[in-house]
């Protein structure tokens, strides 16, 4: 198994640009969430899905949006980019069971200038 | 939405050092997860702990589950340079699909 396969890895973008980042997922995990990371803030949730179809928010939303049409995609939209939303970005999935632990992407770095 | 005070915020030491690391909440937590974090990588799971009082270990890893639910502690003993990273504590809440995330504990080791 792959595990969660985050794509690109790195990303500059002008303030107002839209890009997409990708994520996918081959272990067949019913949950993904979308989560970013910035300096002395830990890791703060933007989007979750609890499956195919299901989408909601996290803590802190605003700039983005998701869609989750298959089980193993869950891309995450900028529509119009913001430099408060450079950030390293990461993707993360786990089974429907709730205690069920988080497994991690490698992180997509977005700079947005 | 939840907090989770984890500290310190980093630690220095001298390798062959014992480590130590705590997040705690005001809330009720049903689930505390350890987390270690590698430069340029996402974070990965050292240790799931799913009961009030439980104490597990994974190598030199310790952690606990606090009896009162709302805290958890880490220990790393003997810390070797490999342990060097960025280690989060996260939580579950009763109810909740996702987890709350502490800020992180930088751990430094110095030759």
């Known amino acids: 198994n792959a595990g969660v396969t985050q794509t690109p890895k790195f990303q500059v973008l002008k303030t107002g640009q839209s890009m997409t980042l990708q994520c996918a997922q081959d272990m067949n995990h019913e949950y993904m969430s979308w989560y970013r990371q910035d300096p002395g803030m830990g890791l703060r949730l933007i989007h979750y899905?609890?499956?195919?179809?299901?989408?909601d928010q996290g803590e802190v939303p605003n700039g983005y949006n998701v869609s989750r049409s298959t089980t193993e995609d869950f891309p995450l939209r900028l529509l119009s980019a913001a430099p408060s939303q450079t950030s390293v970005y990461f993707c993360a999935s786990k089974t429907g069971n709730l205690n069920s632990p988080l497994h991690f992407g490698n992180g997509t770095r977005l700079t947005v200038t | 939405g939840q907090q989770l005070n984890q500290s310190p915020q980093s630690m220095f030491i001298q390798e062959g050092e014992d480590v130590s690391m705590n997040c705690t909440s005001s809330s009720i937590f049903n689930t505390w997860l350890w987390y270690k974090q590698d430069p340029g990588e996402g974070p990965v799971l050292l240790i799931a702990l799913y009961k009030a009082g439980e104490l597990t270990s994974n190598g030199r890893l310790t952690a606990q589950f606090g009896i009162t639910r709302k805290d958890s502690f880490l220990n790393i003993s003997a810390s070797i340079p490999s342990d060097v990273g960025i280690y989060f504590c996260a939580g579950r809440i009763p109810g909740a699909d996702g987890l709350t995330f502490g800020k992180g504990t930088h751990l430094i080791i110095q030759p």
């Open positions: 899905s609890v499956g195919a179809g299901i989408t």
